[in-house]
């Protein structure tokens, strides 16, 4: 039996992430991924979505040109196919790129393509060999979500967000179904250059977002640009030559269904029961979100596998935890984990840090929303006036701690307000902080000045202002 001391399984963001760590201090690891190379963000996430989508916002700004005194509008077209080859072109250069820099410098024996399974706690079997890893870091990653009676049913005609950049002629009318982040997205770019697109959700919100206020303004501005169902699950028929959705409304026929449920993490299908610990019903071994690691094994999972925060910088941070401690085993560290940070790279933009509105104690909390519309003087001059942000302080510490953010650009926003709530500030050092004029940042500085107000009393803020 081949022994190492590290074995990587997955070549994802977290499992790269690893892999640069091990690799400066030993020679002695395996890499062991199955499927593509490439990770999730850059074959099939991430990029390729936002090459449609800048595509899609290009092509979309015409309707606005005769505002802005641009004529000839209506003469433009949108090539379609050139759109999908130019998106797999950046698709291929981001792949290649990420490998180019990790997999493809490995060794001869440091890289197994294959898919692994665990046969005991401490060694894996692949290709029909057994490989034994003093530490071991799961990095498998997570598939689209999709139902198997629609995939008998539909075959080709059902896609997923792997498969969907693929298509060089895109379908004339397209059912998405889930609308959170990566439905929207999708649904919001095809919709945008030329797609007949309607959206189902069965729960009542879009993009996952919780606050009440910024996902009924969200509901109102995406249902403009096409036909959104909320609230109920839809049913999916079978056609000749496409599929039939119903709800409660009514029936509609398309061409091709997009199933946007989510991804599942690749858990249960690697032997994880090997392992010797308990699974909870989602058949995930307990494991420690600051440490990484599974039980008091030397086993670490890290990224999209363990679900917690199916993201890319999520997924690097937990990488660089897991690694480090696996490293250092048995002398295992506990980390801080990040202010949690989401973008929708939608129209207008989505973004929520920090605690979920759903996570709040509205005894202890104090909450704002401040309208775009007619409030902004740069968001008018814009021709983007339009949206909502709302935001979360704590009564006691007078902390900002979390919000939700409909706006324009919001995915720059987020991050400065996600910076303060790492750097735990407090409400009114926000309020002295410089803001330009006219510039976006204005529509924040109103929504800081609305928490000010509802945790100060005007004689404390005119006290800490002078101080």
């Known amino acids: 039996m081949r022994q190492v001391k590290y074995i990587i399984l997955g070549a994802g963001s977290s499992g790269l992430t690893a892999l640069g760590h091990i690799r400066r201090e030993t020679d002695d690891f395996v890499m062991i991924n199955g499927g593509h190379f490439g990770t999730t963000c850059a074959r099939v996430g991430c990029m390729p979505s936002k090459a449609l989508i800048h595509c899609a916002e290009h092509f979309h700004a015409r309707k606005h040109f005769y505002d802005f005194g641009i004529d000839g509008a209506d003469g433009l077209t949108i090539d379609q196919a050139a759109v999908m080859k130019r998106v797999r072109a950046f698709r291929d250069r981001f792949t290649k790129g990420v490998q180019s820099g990790s997999t493809e410098t490995l060794k001869a024996g440091q890289l197994i393509k294959g898919y692994a399974k665990f046969v005991s706690p401490d060694t894996v079997e692949v ?28 075959g080709d005609r059902l896609l997923t967000s792997d ?63 096409f036909p959104v169902y909320l609230g109920e699950a839809a049913e999916i028929t079978a056609l000749e030559q496409g599929a039939k959705i119903t709800v409660s409304s009514g029936s509609f026929e398309v061409d091709a269904v997009l199933a946007a449920l989510g991804r599942r993490p690749n858990i249960d299908q690697i032997g994880i029961e090997k392992l010797g610990v308990e699974l909870d019903e989602r058949g995930m071994p307990p494991f420690d979100l600051n440490t990484m690691q599974i039980a008091d094994l030397p086993v670490f999972i890290a990224g999209d596998v363990n679900n917690y925060r199916p993201i890319l910088h999520e997924a690097g941070h937990e990488g660089k935890i897991a690694v480090r401690n696996a490293m250092a085993y048995p002398k295992v560290q506990a980390y801080k984990r990040k202010t949690s940070l989401g973008i929708a790279f939608v129209d207008p933009q989505v973004a929520t ?100 107000e509802a945790l100060y009393t005007p004689e404390e803020r005119a006290s800490l202002e002078k101080a």
Request: hydrophobic share 45%; charged share 20%; aromatic share 6%.
């Open 163 to 225: 498969e969907i950049f693929e298509l060089e002629t895109l379908p004339k009318r397209v059912a998405v179904i889930g609308l959170g982040v990566i439905g929207l997205e999708l649904g919001q770019a095809l919709s945008r250059i030329g797609v007949d697109v309607i959206g189902f959700e069965m729960t009542s919100t879009l993009a996952g977002l919780s606050s009440p206020s910024v996902s009924k303004e969200a509901i109102k501005l995406i249902s403009k640009e």
């Open 353 to 452: 840090f920090g605690c979920r509105y759903t996570e709040l104690q509205p005894e202890a909390t104090v909450v704002v929303d401040f309208n775009l519309e007619r409030n902004n003087g740069r968001a008018i001059v814009m021709g983007q006036d339009r949206g909502m942000i709302s935001l979360f302080a704590d009564k006691q510490t007078k902390r900002l701690i979390g919000g939700e953010l409909l706006m324009p650009q919001a995915e720059h926003f987020a991050h400065l307000l996600a910076w303060a709530v790492e750097q735990e500030m407090d409400v009114l050092q926000l309020v002295r902080m410089p803001y330009y004029h006219p510039v976006l940042e204005e529509a924040v500085e109103s929504a800081i000045g609305l928490l000010a």
């Open 127 to 154: 290709n029909g060999e057994q490989i034994q890893g003093e530490r071991i870091i799961i990095a498998t990653g997570s598939r689209p979500v999709v139902p198997a009676p629609w995939k008998e049913a539909l």
